[in-house]
């Protein structure tokens, strides 16, 4: 079974900051992973599939990269509303999942 | 627009059953599988379980395979998780969520409901 390994497990940044979270999987899955953010309370949102494609209505300070094992999710100038926990997951193989351990990005 | 939401969530005893419905509007439904995805409180994301457009492929994670059983009603738009020999360890919140089968976006879960609370405690 693939593994989904994320780095760092929280992460403390200012408004304007630029955030790098990492995602590693554990045998390569091509571009197969899409990223989500979540806020407390709430249902994850899909930000990123196909590892670099931006899904609709998400602000183009998002991007991520990344092919085989390694990927990488950047948040440029962080905004207040991006305070939240950020997930990533494979979707190269049926089932769908599984989903790395989450990162955190907090308020310095 | 899209939209899901989760149902039949509580509070039931160690061996107990549970069932969860998912109500779907939107979007044609048989286009899409449809998974559940749990959380438990404070943790990471679980994928539990998938059925396909016309129920040709169903699976589940190990953790609850043989206890849980995923269905889907398509004349109702609805899916379903019966959840029998319930644990501690399956207290979680459950999400139900669209499936993309195909495209770039395949694999992804692109809706989610807002989610429903079970809590396994005697």
């Not at chain 1, 991007?63 to 390694?70: E, H, K, L």
């Not at chain 2, 379980?49 to 040709?56: A, D, P, R």
Request: net charge neutral; proline share 5%.
């Amino acid at each position: 079974d693939i593994q989904m390994t994320q780095s760092p497990s929280s992460v403390s940044a200012s408004v304007g900051d630029r955030v790098t979270i990492t995602c590693r999987a554990s045998q390569g899955i091509s571009n197969w992973l899409a990223w989500y953010q979540q806020k407390p309370g709430k249902a994850p949102n899909l930000l990123i599939y196909a590892a670099s494609s931006l899904q609709s209505g998400v602000p183009s300070r998002f991007s991520g990269s990344g092919s085989g094992t390694d990927f990488t999710l950047t948040i440029d100038s962080l905004q207040p509303e991006d305070f939240a926990t950020y997930y990533c997951q494979q979707a190269n193989s049926f089932p769908p999942g599984p989903f790395g351990g989450g990162t955190k990005v907090e308020i310095k | 627009q899209v939209h899901l939401v989760e149902s039949g969530g509580g509070l039931v005893k160690p061996g107990g059953s549970l069932r969860l419905s998912c109500g779907a509007s939107g979007f044609t439904f048989t286009d899409y599988y449809m998974s559940w995805i749990r959380q438990t409180p404070g943790k990471g994301l679980e994928w539990v379980s998938y059925i396909s457009n016309y129920y040709t492929y169903i699976n589940y994670a190990d953790s609850v395979k043989g206890r849980f059983t995923i269905s889907r009603d398509n004349a109702q738009n609805s899916v379903y998780l019966q959840m029998n020999s319930l644990r501690a360890e399956d207290t979680a919140v459950y999400f139900c969520a669209r499936v993309v089968g195909s495209g770039s976006q395949k694999g992804t879960f692109d809706y989610w409901g807002p989610g429903t609370l079970v809590t396994v405690s005697s």
